[in-house]
T-cell receptor, first 113, second 114 residues
Framework: SQQGEEDPQALSIQEGENATMNCSYKTSINNLQWYRQNSGRGLVHLILIRSNEREKHSGRLRVTLDTSKKSSSLLITASRAADTASYFCATDDVTGTASKLTFGTGTRLQVTL | DTEVTQTPKHLVMGMTNKKSLKCEQHMGHRAMYWYKQKAKKPPELMFVYSYEKLSINESVPSRFSPECPNSSLLNLHLHALQPEDSALYLC?????????????FGPGTRLTVT
């Protein structure tokens, strides 16, 4: 299956520090998306990066994509307590159904004061 | 209005009950999704509707029956569920089906099957 593996599974940092989480996937993709989920709630879309893009920024978020290594990273700079959440990458699969996103295993981020 | 609403927020049902989950969006989106999420796991796709037609069914057991009565509404009818079906059920929508669109998620319905 295409499910991405995220690393680390859990990350605990102090407010103001940067947080980096990584996503690896198995097959070629068209698009990769990152989502945030606060505990037991719905997901919120963060960034979409296409396979021909290498880097995207949105506010304090920076996403990179390396299609040769089949991996992506999400960097959150100057973290805040409100960033505490689970973060998921989601990928499609050019060899499969183009309309379907498969979510990775997720990274649980804890930001402490 | 960029909100997807889901009702109820919580649902407890017995294995012989019939219940329905409801999802609504007024963003004019033409694709709607049902996901199932177990604790500390990622969401798993169940169904995709595109222009009110079922386009993807991820081999979901027939005790889950989706319905899209119009472009704003998505229902999930539940019948004869098992305790292992207890999970957070998430609805989402996007402008069109396809992975080049971001998905907007509702807050979910937490289902407990007793």
């Amino acid at each position: 299956s295409q499910q991405g593996e995220e690393d680390p599974q859990a990350l605990s940092i102090q407010e103001g520090e940067n947080a980096t989480m990584n996503c690896s996937y198995k097959t070629s993709i068209n698009n990769l998306q990152w989502y945030r989920q606060n505990s037991g709630r719905g997901l919120v879309h963060l960034i979409l990066i296409r396979s021909n893009e290498r880097e995207k920024h949105s506010g304090r978020l920076r996403v990179t994509l390396d299609t040769s290594k089949k991996s992506s990273s999400l960097l959150i700079t100057a973290s805040r307590a409100a960033d505490t959440a689970s973060y998921f990458c989601a990928t499609d699969d050019v060899t499969g159904t183009a309309s379907k996103l498969t979510f990775g295993t997720g990274t649980r981020l804890q930001v402490t004061l | 209005d960029t909100e997807v609403t889901q009702t109820p927020k919580h649902l407890v049902m017995g294995m012989t009950n019939k219940k329905s989950l409801k999802c609504e969006q007024h963003m004019g989106h033409r694709a709607m999704y049902w996901y199932k999420q177990k604790a500390k796991k990622p969401p798993e796709l169940m169904f995709v509707y595109s222009y009110e037609k079922l386009s993807i069914n991820e081999s979901v057991p027939s005790r889950f029956s989706p319905e899209c009565p119009n472009s704003s509404l998505l229902n999930l009818h539940l019948h004869a569920l098992q305790p292992e079906d207890s999970a957070l059920y998430l609805c989402a929508s996007s402008p069109q089906a396809g992975t080049s669109y971001e998905q907007y998620f509702g807050p979910g319905t937490r289902l407990t099957v007793t």
